[in-house]
C-alpha cells in the first residue's frame, strides 16, 4: 500500500529534504507550499506538481510525464521531464532538460539554461522514465500569454554554473549522494540551443542505432568541443526510409539499412571549419562505424535543416 505521505513535501520552512535513489521509484510526487527550502529528487517519477513556493532550490531527477509549476516564486531548479510547464510564476530560474517544447504561461521572468548534473544512478533512471539524453529543447520556449512588448522569459548566462543556483544537498543523509555538477561529465550533453550561433558553418553528424550508439556520440561531442567547436543540438529519433532520403540525399542507400536498427542519434556542432573537423575525427576514431557525416559546408546547413525539421515533425514541435 502506498501512502500519499511519502510522496508529498508540503508546508515546510528553511529545511532542506530529498529522497535519495530507489525511493521514489516511477510514482507521482507533489511538493507544496515550502518556503526557503532545498528539495531533491534523487529519482525517477511519474509526473510533479509544485504548487506556491517561495525562494527554494530544487533538484528533480527524470520525470516521465510532466511538472508543472504553479504559483511559485523566486526559485531556482534543475529539472529534466517530458512536459514542462508553468502558470503564474514569477521569476524562476531553471536548468532544464525537456523532451518536448516547454510552455509557461502568466509568468514573468523566467530564466533557462541547459541542464547540467550528473550522479551514478542517473543514467538509468531516464531510461526508466523513457527519456532520452539526446532530446533536449530546453531553450525553445512556447509563451501561451506574451505580453506586447515584453519577454516573459530570457536566457541564463552561458557560463552561469548550477551550484551557484541549486548548491549541492546539506543534510547528511543525501550527502550519500555522489553529485558532479561539473558540464564536461553531465549526463545531458550541454548545447547552445537558441542561442547566437558563433559562425555561419554548422556540421551534421548522425550515428546509427547499435550497441555503442550512445557512448560514440559522446565520444564525438568530448572530441570536437575539444577543439573548439559548440554543440548547438542533439536529436534522438526513430527514422523511416522516405526520411532517410529526404535527410542523407545521395548518400542515402548506404544508409537506409542501417535505420532499421532503431533510432538514430543526430549531433549539430557549429564553428568555422566545422565540417573539417567532424570529417577528419570521426575518419580518426571511428573508423570501423558508419556515421553520416555533412560532406561540405555548402551542404551542411541543409544537412542540418533538412534533420531537424524532420525530427521536429516527429516530435509534433
Not at 509563451?143 to 548566462?157: I, K, M, V, Y
Request: charged share 20%.
Amino acid at each position: 500500500q502506498i501512502d500519499p505521505k511519502d510522496y508529498t513535501f508540503s508546508g515546510l520552512k528553511d529545511e532542506t529534504v530529498g529522497r535519495l535513489p530507489g525511493k521514489v521509484a516511477g510514482q507521482q510526487f507533489v511538493i507544496q507550499d515550502c518556503e526557503n527550502c532545498s528539495i531533491y529528487i534523487f529519482d525517477h517519477s511519474a509526473m510533479i506538481t509544485i504548487d506556491d513556493c517561495v525562494n527554494c532550490q530544487i533538484f528533480l531527477g527524470p520525470i516521465k510525464g510532466s511538472v508543472f509549476f504553479r504559483g511559485c516564486k523566486d526559485c531556482k531548479c534543475i529539472v529534466a521531464c517530458q512536459q514542462f510547464r508553468t502558470r503564474d510564476c514569477r521569476k524562476l530560474e531553471v536548468f532544464l532538460c525537456c523532451a518536448t517544447q516547454p510552455i509557461i504561461e502568466s509568468s514573468t521572468g523566467m530564466k533557462f539554461g541547459c541542464f547540467q548534473y550528473y550522479y551514478p544512478e542517473l543514467a538509468l533512471q531516464f531510461k526508466d522514465a523513457g527519456l532520452s539524453i539526446f532530446n533536449n529543447t530546453w531553450s525553445n520556449i512556447h509563451d501561451f500569454t506574451p505580453a506586447s512588448g515584453e519577454n516573459n522569459w530570457g536566457l541564463l548566462p552561458e557560463n552561469a554554473v548550477v551550484q551557484d543556483y541549486v548548491p549541492l544537498p546539506s543534510s547528511e543523509e543525501l550527502k550519500a549522494v555522489r553529485i558532479s555538477t561539473d558540464a564536461m561529465r553531465s549526463i545531458i550533453p550541454i548545447t547552445r540551443g537558441q542561442r547566437q550561433k558563433s559562425s555561419d558553418e554548422s556540421c551534421l553528424a548522425v550515428f546509427f542505432a547499435g550497441d555503442y550508439t550512445t557512448a560514440n556520440a559522446r565520444k564525438l561531442i568530448d572530441e570536437m568541443t575539444g577543439k573548439g567547436f559548440q554543440l548547438v543540438q542533439t536529436k534522438e529519433v526513430s527514422m523511416k526510409a522516405e526520411d532517410g532520403h529526404r535527410v542523407f540525399q545521395q548518400c542515402a542507400e548506404e544508409f537506409i539499412p542501417l535505420l532499421e536498427k532503431g533510432p538514430v542519434v543526430a549531433l549539430e556542432f557549429n564553428g568555422d571549419g566545422a565540417v573539417e573537423g567532424c570529417r577528419s575525427t570521426v575518419n580518426d576514431v571511428f573508423s570501423g562505424t558508419k556515421v553520416f557525416v555533412s560532406e561540405s559546408k555548402a551542404s551542411a546547413s541543409q544537412d542540418v535543416d533538412n534533420f531537424y525539421n524532420f525530427a521536429d515533425m516527429q516530435m509534433g514541435m
